[in-house]
């Protein structure tokens, strides 16, 4: 087997400060804050740091874009702030939760509260007395385990036949999203941080679970968070647009330089699933119905997936004067593992390629979108693929300067990540040198005057 190579050396190219100019931008924070915590995704990020940079960077009400939306903390955060907002995201679950985060202000959580009481009583009604639910597992969605017991899939389907029923569509959306937010917990599967079965994490089976509680209780922090909003009067004159597509199409949504700030987090270069890892809220909630669904996703994803690139041949940089050293650890990534066929380095090779085919795609289309003078903060976490550590910060740095953008700086607010799981088990790496640290970086950039 041949070892790692060791971390190239790389031309200081930039200024890459080695202190804290944000907050840590990782999303562990907004567990506990309003509306932001009714959705948990892996990779989303802090709101504290998306409001720190929305009062350094926008003293006047402008329009903000997230290109690559998550479940909206940008987008909730520069509303609360009175901004104009708009967001991409392809996973439609993830763009469902940030639509409706952003007009939850329209709601009233009377009517949530009201209709979680209803919910109860209809639960406790049905589910001691032999009551047969109408609503059925979705088609399509098929799992190496049995996704819910028996008992758990009643009471799961029992609570479908009361959200089918609910009149307003609005309100309708709000119970789905409860349920989906929460599917996890009560199944078979868990978050480890991919989605897996219990039992290879080495947990239990779940065969009964009170899903009433856990649900009803989602429903009750939405209620008091609408209630917060309305407080807060969200920006009700904001304009909000989220578009479940790419980025990538964005010519057809969004004009061009009409944005004055952009704050966002794009995949990292490790290979988390999006799409395999939501594939139950996708099914349930009837975005996908078989797999052909899912694969179209994939396909479109930024970055793409390994597993859509690891068996082609050669996929290559396809951009003009792509960073020298970035063609040189591509090369290098290619020699590697070669025994080890699809698993070895040549695939891992077309991963990061395709990966940094993107980030041009990316660049372009954020030149496009920015006004002149006005910034985009970017989040990217480098990486280590077969053993060789890839500066993603400076190579999208790189490559936003040969777009035409100015590169300001590139911000380190932490220098270990959560991550490091998903480096190791799924992108299946040489076990990682101990001088290669995982760490995010926040790349400014600026659209020239
Ligand atoms: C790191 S997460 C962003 C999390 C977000 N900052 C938050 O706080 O929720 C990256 C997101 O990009 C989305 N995505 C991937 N490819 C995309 C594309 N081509 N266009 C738009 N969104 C995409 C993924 O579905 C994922 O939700």
Redesign the pocket.
């Known amino acids: 087997m041949q070892l790692p190579l060791p971390l190239l050396e790389l031309p200081e190219m930039l200024k890459v400060e080695d202190k804290a100019t944000f907050s840590d931008p990782s999303?562990a924070s907004n567990k506990l804050l309003p509306v932001h915590r009714w959705v948990p995704?892996i990779?989303?990020?802090s709101s504290n740091f998306v409001r720190e940079i929305l009062e350094q960077k926008l003293s006047e009400p402008g329009t903000v874009l997230?290109?690559?939306?998550?479940?909206?903390?940008?987008l909730v955060e520069a509303a609360l702030a009175g901004h104009d907002v708009v967001g991409?995201?392809?996973?439609p679950y993830?763009a469902l939760a940030s639509r409706i985060k952003l007009n939850a202000h329209k709601l009233s959580s009377k009517t949530i509260t009201e209709e979680t009481v209803r919910l109860r009583k209809f639960y406790s009604r049905t589910i001691p007395n032999g009551y047969s639910p109408k609503s059925e597992f979705p088609i399509g969605f098929k799992t190496r385990k049995i996704f819910y017991s028996p008992t758990v899939l009643r009471k799961v389907l029992t609570i479908q036949d009361f959200i089918e029923k609910l009149n307003n569509r609005q309100v309708q959306e709000v119970f789905k999203l409860a349920f989906a937010s929460t599917m996890i917990h009560y199944s078979n599967y868990s978050y480890e941080p991919s989605l897996g079965t219990r039992s290879a994490a080495g947990k239990s089976d779940i065969e009964d679970f009170p899903v009433i509680n856990i649900i009803a209780e989602k429903l009750e922090t939405i209620a008091l968070d609408i209630g917060w909003l309305g407080e807060r009067a969200m920006a009700v004159s904001s304009k909000c647009q989220i578009i479940n597509a790419?980025?990538?199409d964005c010519q057809n949504h969004i004009e061009a330089a009409s944005v004055d700030l952009a704050i966002?987090?794009?995949?990292?270069l490790n290979n988390y699933h999006?799409i395999r890892n939501t594939r139950p809220h996708l099914y349930w909630l009837g975005f996908a119905k078989e797999p052909k669904d899912t694969k179209y996703l994939e396909h479109?994803?930024?970055g793409k997936y390994w597993q859509t690139v690891r068996a082609l041949d050669n996929v290559n940089l396809d951009f003009p004067n792509p960073p020298v050293e970035l063609v040189e650890q591509i090369s290098c990534l290619r020699t590697l593992n070669i025994e080890r066929g699809i698993y070895g380095g040549n695939g891992w090779a077309n991963y990061a390629a395709a990966y940094f085919n993107d980030c041009y795609k990316f660049a372009k289309y954020l030149e496009y979108a920015l006004k002149k003078n006005s910034s985009a903060f970017v989040v990217l976490g480098n990486s280590i693929l077969q053993g060789v550590m890839i500066p993603t910060d400076r190579y999208f740095g790189q490559i936003a300067k040969a777009v035409g953008l100015e590169l300001v700086n590139i911000h380190i607010p932490r220098s270990a990540r959560v991550g490091n799981s998903i480096i190791k088990s799924d992108v299946r790496v040489v076990k990682a040198q101990k001088s290669h640290c995982l760490y995010e970086s926040v790349v400014e950039l600026k659209k020239h005057a």
């Open positions: 999303f995704w990779a989303g990020f997230d290109p690559f939306a998550g479940v909206g903390t940008t991409f995201e392809i996973n993830a790419s980025f990538f966002t987090s794009p995949p990292y999006y479109q994803n930024f």
